[in-house]
């Protein structure tokens, strides 16, 4: 038979995971959160999910990831920008389900570089979209997967 003391410690734990709920879903829409950006399934749908028509390429991009990824599920990306006044950059995985892997906001006076770990299902392209002074730009790396991490 169950305490009514446990009945008790779940109600409050139960409150407390709706309360975190409501707050993470609260700072997601004030961040910025870009829900349709991630749900696009391709890379001109991304790219006009974020504010833009079509996106140039630029060799004021840079992409630091490895060439051959051992294992998809954990590929390192970084991608630094040198485009003046950049707002921010979004990482983009060709083949993926959803391309949009990450989207960073960069703040005024900030370095604009940023790193993060991505999942690959297959060998794909991986973009860097930068935005800076309201313009779109891009930038692309070829990694190798030997081990897909997308499986389902």
């Given at each position: 038979?169950?305490?009514?003391?446990s009945f008790?410690?779940?109600?409050?734990?139960?409150?407390?995971?709706?309360?975190?709920?409501?707050?993470?879903?609260?700072?997601?829409?004030?961040?910025?959160?870009?829900?349709?950006?991630?749900?696009?399934?391709?890379?001109?749908?991304?790219?006009?999910?974020?504010?833009?028509?079509?996106?140039?390429?630029?060799?004021?991009?840079?992409?630091?990831?490895?060439?051959?990824?051992?294992?998809?599920?954990?590929?390192?990306?970084?991608?630094?920008?040198?485009?003046?006044?950049?707002?921010?950059?979004?990482?983009?995985?060709?083949?993926?389900?959803?391309?949009?892997?990450?989207?960073?906001?960069?703040?005024a006076g900030?370095?604009?570089?940023?790193?993060?770990?991505?999942?690959?299902?297959?060998?794909?392209?991986?973009?860097?979209?930068?935005?800076?002074?309201?313009?779109?730009?891009?930038?692309?790396?070829?990694?190798?997967?030997?081990?897909?991490?997308?499986?389902?």
């Amino acid at each position: 038979m169950r305490s009514p003391r446990s009945f008790l410690v779940r109600r409050i734990l139960a409150a407390i995971a709706m309360a975190l709920l409501a707050t993470s879903s609260v700072w997601a829409q004030q961040a910025g959160w870009n829900k349709q950006a991630f749900e696009t399934k391709s890379l001109p749908e991304t790219v006009k999910a974020l504010g833009g028509t079509t996106a140039a390429e630029s060799k004021d991009i840079t992409i630091t990831a490895p060439d051959i990824a051992e294992n998809g599920a954990v590929v390192s990306v970084a991608v630094a920008s040198s485009i003046p006044k950049t707002e921010s950059i979004s990482i983009l995985i060709e083949k993926n389900p959803n391309p949009l892997a990450a989207s960073f906001m960069i703040p005024a006076g900030t370095e604009p570089s940023v790193g993060t770990r991505v999942k690959m299902g297959q060998t794909s392209t991986v973009y860097a979209v930068v935005k800076a002074d309201g313009k779109f730009y891009m930038s692309g790396k070829e990694i190798k997967v030997t081990l897909g991490g997308c499986g389902g």
